[in-house]
T-cell receptor, first 110, second 115 residues
Framework: AQSVTQPDIHITVSEGASLELRCNYS??????LFWYVQSPGQGLQLLLK??????LVQGIKGFEAEFKRSQSSFNLRKPSVHWSDAAEYFC????????FGPGTRLSVLP | ETGVTQTPRHLVMGMTNKKSLKCEQH?????MYWYKQSAKKPLELMFV???????ENNSVPSRFSPECPNSSHLFLHLHTLQPEDSALYLC??????????????FGEGSWLTVV
């Protein structure tokens, strides 16, 4: 069975600081990996996805993620956070079906 | 504009009421989903429809009744709900319910409050 963990429930960073959100998965083969963002009161918006090829993928809003097979990780990064990035971030895995992580809430200090 | 439209965005209903949530996708997808999102809980997959046929039902109580009349529309009929059913209900769609390269696209959600 596949699973996804996001070790950090809540992260706070200052505006302009760099960001890394962690995601680890468990699956017997190489899964398809996704990051979604959810602003308060909204649905989930796809930030980026990894299917194959280059392990560093670029997404919308200046986000990127790196797939590391050896660590079963797919961490999300952004070099400089903006106040509008405050939201809930979900990592998801597609192996036999979609499985979402519990989410990481990002707060941004001015 | 997400390509998946949900109505109503907010719904308050009594425990004896009957109401429905509606979802429409404009992406040409063949699969549609209902998810439930409660406070402090992970996303819960409720139902999956592929080509208008229900392919997954994750032990959802019968007071939730889905309907998929065609590949673009999905309904969630609500009947005699409980206060603990108050949550954000998210509709989503994808090109197929199974298969490589699948990506799920979500609607904005319908906030349901049961009083």
């Amino acid at each position: 069975a596949q699973s996804v963990t996001q070790p950090d429930i809540h992260i706070t960073v200052s505006e302009g600081a760099s960001l890394e959100l962690r995601c680890n998965y468990s699956y017997g083969a190489t899964p398809y990996l996704f990051w979604y963002v959810q602003s308060p009161g909204q649905g989930l918006q796809l930030l980026l996805k990894y299917f194959s090829g280059d392990t560093l993928v670029q997404g919308i809003k200046g986000f990127e993620a790196e797939f590391k097979r050896s660590q079963s990780s797919f961490n999300l990064r952004k070099p400089s956070v903006h106040w509008s990035d405050a939201a809930e971030y979900f990592c998801a895995v597609y192996g036999q079906n979609f499985v979402f992580g519990p989410g990481t809430r990002l707060s941004v200090l001015p | 504009e997400t390509g998946v439209t949900q109505t109503p965005r907010h719904l308050v209903m009594g425990m004896t009421n009957k109401k429905s949530l509606k979802c429409e996708q404009h992406l040409g997808h063949n699969a549609m989903y209902w998810y439930k999102q409660s406070a402090k809980k992970p996303l819960e997959l409720m139902f999956v429809y592929s080509l208008e046929e229900r392919v997954e039902n994750n032990s959802v109580p019968s007071r939730f009744s889905p309907e998929c009349p065609n590949s673009s529309h999905l309904f969630l009929h609500l009947h005699t709900l409980q206060p603990e059913d108050s949550a954000l209900y998210l509709c989503a769609s994808s090109q197929g319910a199974r298969g490589a390269g699948n990506t799920i696209y979500f609607g904005e959600g319908s906030w349901l409050t049961v009083v």
